[in-house]
């Protein structure tokens, strides 16, 4: 197992030349829209995606058929949960505090369910996706909720020498954390042992549930951070917000070279991926392309990714 | 697991209850439950997804899953439109659903058996690539009142049961056999438990695969039929959230999402569970937005019931071909 | 072979996006920005908004999310500022929708305004109405109480729950029923999503729910074919009056079958031909006056500047005899 980070796998090297292509075709075609401007859009853009691709990709990675469809329920939900109690009287300076522990607190109760219950997270996070993002819209109406502090909207939206703040304040650390506790602690090494054969892991005494677990939590906290971010960044909670982000942040944890099966992958890969997808997106929206192109191109994108990929390694 | 003599096992079981105490629930709280009029709306409800539902849980108990199907529906849902306004023969028009149906099927097999890509990922970029299909044909604009030539033939009753619970029944009943009387059944689940293990006994496993497909394609073509000549509309919406609530439906029925188990009887009680509960909660007055909790609640409360009385088979985790 | 490879999934990715590119976005141009993109309503939108820009000289873009996701909206505008465009407008999901990009186009001199649904307090410069919202939500209501007199029961579907300007018309619908008719039972809001079959479903348990309903409102063009339809497929063509803000084009089969006894809309053609010609005002640095004549358009249309109101026009009524007239 090479790659903590995704380091040489022909995924990698992939999603980077097609970077260099979107950003070259655009620099031919569109030559002002190479600017500090346009990169400060799609790191905005790619933060709350970034976010929830993280915690999708470690759910994924730890294997036992992981996958979060709850995610963007749980993003909704959070932002409704935050909003409803800052109206309740909990003070503003204690919204990321709500944010992050109402996402733990979702994204433990999958974890339960998938690893002490020991029901097959798909039907789990398919559940809970229908829970989440139900209660988002009954408890609201449907009606955004406003009334964010006004602390939080500054940094929302500001950025610093073109980075948006939440991206290098959030996403970026976020990361970084993730990329060291999976490549140099034992814990980030049971989590891909798990995910390459749970039966070995088990035998060799790695507590397989209890890791789990805690995945699936951080995954919600995850979701709670991307919640904040988008609390921060519109100004209100929307009931909708996360409305598709479980596909998407399959997508680009698909692309971004991590096995479906759990155990091989990096989450270097997945920030990759979530770049490409945006510049993309970026690029086509750039052009004035129709949307609907974005959604087509995607989907052909990862299917033939994973041709290439299929072709150029062999299965265990 | 064959059984000599058709009897409901433990998850069919519960689900039978489950819909029992809904239906007695709702004719307790609403005078207006148990009319025919409301009934057949019911039963209108289902057509979609008993289809589309029939085929996933084939895919699901041969281990694998397709989150395209609501797109496939809506491609096939275009053509049939479109020929429908363009005043061909009705008949011609219903068949035209399932083989194109039967076409996408066809392709996404392709993709996922001959590409060897892990189908819930492959479907995934496949269900971008429909949708944005579905688009492109529509040419941004909605089929809108279409002719009802199609909606008069199917709509019609043979000896008082619709034509379209003929139909489905005709469908079940086809799987059904094949599933118990050939040995694509056998073969199905063998892939499903452990598909080297059934490759090496030498079934199929590619032949098998592709038929699965193509089966679910066909039954998604002809929900698609059904589905314009009861709405007369396509629109580019079409189908969005129905392969979610057909692997919801068949999850609820028992079919294992892992493979190697079947349950026909569990898909029909799953679906017909879930609508009467959408159209029950609506009659006794909770608001609409709240029946997604309710069927996400559901599945939750299904399954740890089942965990906690022990009825819950650990299955080993090791994992095989999606 | 790897190498083949790549390039053929690049070359792809380019044919694919310079199949539709536009080599547009100078200071001269318009944009618009519907809520979704692909129904009937903004297609008749983009119509307008194309046929004024050839009339008036400037570029048109027309660009939307595929769904209604308020993060997809905001980045295509936010693109459309970094390209520089003279004018947005934006059909705004929600007020916030705009928020975070406000700031961002005034410092790049990119004018927004909202068109069709609006976001007030946003900072936008204007808002070009097809009607008052209250005038829209009045309207419906004093025609259906026409048709179903006024101690009938009246049931609503909507589509998305989180659209600020469908809610502002149910709004206005209930203050309507509050203040004008009391006995007329006014239903609870249900939302049907997108999609024909969730409408349907909806319209016809509540016809279940309440046998003695007597109309229901399809607030949201999406909604119209699968109310109609349900109507007509319960079989209540006549006791139930069916009514929305439809289009002529998707409502026209099911007035002449009377399961939709009117629909009221505006002529969304002539909402993007005016959204346009306001965007060149803007660019221009033209102000508005209360009473403006657009070429193009065969009637004059108001401007409030206390609330910043563009208005096209009053809500037009379509029914079975005059909908032939119209193709939209």
């Keep these: ?316 | 697991m064959m059984r000599a003599i058709p009897s409901l096992n433990g998850r069919e079981l519960t689900l039978a209850g489950a819909l029992l105490a809904a239906l007695l629930i709702f004719f307790a709280a609403s005078p207006y439950f148990a009319t025919a009029d409301n009934l057949a709306t019911v039963v209108r409800n289902c057509v979609e997804l008993l289809l589309v539902g029939l085929g996933m849980t084939l895919l699901l108990a041969m281990g694998a899953i397709d989150i395209s199907v609501g797109m496939a529906m809506g491609l096939a849902a275009i053509v049939v439109g479109r020929l429908l306004a363009a005043d061909m023969n009705p008949a011609l028009v219903a068949i035209s659903g399932p083989i194109v149906g039967g076409l996408l099927g066809l392709f996404t097999a392709t993709i996922v058996v001959i590409g060897r890509i892990p189908a819930i990922v492959g479907t995934l970029g496949l269900l971008g690539f429909y949708r944005a299909a579905i688009f492109l044909s529509l040419g941004g604009e909605w089929l809108s009142g279409l002719p009802t030539r199609l909606t008069t033939m199917l709509s019609a009753s043979a000896g008082g049961v619709p034509v379209s619970v003929i139909v489905i029944l005709a469908a079940y009943l086809v799987v059904w056999l094949a599933i118990r009387r050939t040995p694509y059944g056998p073969h199905l689940l063998a892939i499903g438990n452990d598909e080297e293990r059934a490759r090496l006994s030498g079934v199929a496993v590619t032949r098998v695969r592709f038929a699965t497909f193509v089966i679910s394609g066909l039954l998604c073509g002809l929900a698609a039929t059904f589905y314009v000549s009861t709405y007369r509309n396509v629109e580019m919406t079409i189908g969005s959230s129905l392969a979610l609530d057909a692997i919801a439906a068949v999850v609820l029925g028992g079919t294992s999402v892992l493979g190697g188990r079947c349950s026909l009887i569990g898909t029909v009680l799953g679906v017909v569970l879930l609508r009467v509960l959408q159209n029950g909660l609506l009659l006794i007055g909770v608001p609409s937005l709240w029946q997604t909790v309710v069927t996400g609640a559901l599945l939750l409360v299904i399954l740890a019931a089942e965990v906690a009385s022990g009825r819950f088979s650990l299955q080993s985790l090791r994992w095989r071909t999606y | 072979m790897l190498k083949s490879l790549k390039l053929v999934l690049a070359a792809a990715t380019m044919l694919g996006a310079a199949s539709g590119a536009a080599f547009a976005a100078d200071k001269n141009t318009v944009a618009f920005v519907p809520q979704i993109v692909g129904i009937p309503y903004f297609n008749a939108m983009e119509a307008g908004g194309k046929r004024a820009a050839a009339a008036l000289g400037v570029g048109f873009i027309y660009s939307g999310p595929v769904d209604t996701n308020p993060v997809d909206q905001l980045q295509i505008v936010q693109n459309l500022i970094d390209q520089g465009v003279g004018a947005v407008s934006v059909s705004v999901l929600d007020a916030s929708s705009l928020a975070p990009v406000v700031a961002d186009a005034k410092k790049k001199g990119v004018k927004i305004f909202t068109s069709d649904s609006d976001a007030p307090d946003s900072g936008r410069a204007f808002y070009v109405a097809q009607a008052t919202d209250e005038g829209l939500g009045f309207t419906i209501i004093d025609e259906m109480v026409k048709r179903v007199g006024d101690h009938a029961k009246i049931g609503i579907v909507s589509g998305e729950a989180t659209a600020s300007n469908l809610n502002a018309w149910i709004g206005f619908m209930q203050k309507r029923v509050k203040d004008k008719y009391p006995n007329v039972t006014l239903l609870a809001p249900q939302f049907a999503g997108g999609t024909a079959q969730r409408a349907a479903q909806i319209a016809a348990d509540l016809m279940a729910a309440n046998p003695d309903i007597k109309g229901i409102l399809a607030v949201a063009s999406t909604t119209c074919p699968g109310v109609a339809q349900a109507i007509e497929t319960a079989g209540k063509i006549g006791s139930v009056v069916g009514a929305g803000y439809c289009s002529p084009n998707t409502a026209r089969s099911y007035l002449k079958s009377k399961a939709l006894g009117f629909t009221v809309l505006w002529d969304p053609e002539e909402l993007g031909y005016l959204t346009v010609w306001a965007g060149k005002q803007l660019i221009d640095g033209k102000a508005l006056s209360a009473t403006n004549t657009v070429q193009g358009l065969n009637h004059p249309v108001t401007y409030d500047a206390k609330t910043g109101v563009l208005l096209l026009g009053e809500p037009a009524v379509f029914t079975a005899e005059n909908v032939d007239k119209f193709n939209f």
């Design chain 1, 1 to 316: 197992m090479s790659s903590r980070l995704g380091g040489r796998s022909p995924t990698l090297i992939i999603l980077c030349s097609l970077w260099v292509l979107v950003v070259g075709g655009l620099a031919v075609l569109r030559p002002n829209s190479i600017s500090t401007g346009t990169m400060t859009t799609v790191l905005q853009f790619a933060t709350i995606l970034a976010l929830v691709a993280l915690g999708q990709g470690l759910v994924v990675l730890c294997g036992g058929a992981g996958i979060d469809l709850s995610v963007g329920g749980a993003v909704s939900l959070v932002a409704v949960i935050a909003m409803l109690l800052t109206k309740t009287g909990v003070p503003g300076l204690l919204l990321p505090v709500v944010c992050c522990l109402s996402g733990l607190g979702l994204g433990l109760f999958n974890g339960w369910l998938v690893a002490k219950l020991r029901i097959l997270p798909l039907i789990v996070t398919l559940a809970t996706f229908y829970v989440y993002s139900g209660l988002a819209l009954a408890l609201t109406g449907g009606a955004a909720q406003s009334g964010v502090p006004a602390f939080l909207i500054p940094w929302g939206r500001g950025d610093l020498l073109g980075v948006p703040l939440p991206f290098l304040t959030l996403a970026i650390p976020a990361f970084l954390a993730a990329a060291i506790v999976l490549g140099a602690t034992s814990w980030g090494r049971w989590v891909y042992a798990m995910g390459f054969n749970e039966e070995s892991a088990r035998l060799v005494g790695i507590p397989v549930d209890r890791s789990r677990l805690i995945v699936y939590a951080l995954s919600g906290l995850c979701a709670g951070a991307a919640s904040l971010i988008s609390l921060a960044w519109l100004g209100s909670g929307r009931p909708n917000i996360g409305q598709n982000l479980e596909l998407t942040s399959l997508t680009a944890v698909m692309l971004g070279g991590v096995s479906i099966f759990g155990g091989r992958g990096g989450i270097g890969g997945v920030f990759a991926a979530v770049l490409l997808l945006v510049t993309l997106q970026t690029f086509l929206l750039q052009l004035n392309v129709n949307s609907i192109w974005q959604v087509g191109i995607v989907g052909a994108l990862l299917i033939g990714v994973l041709l290439v990929d299929r072709l150029s390694v062999t299965r265990r």
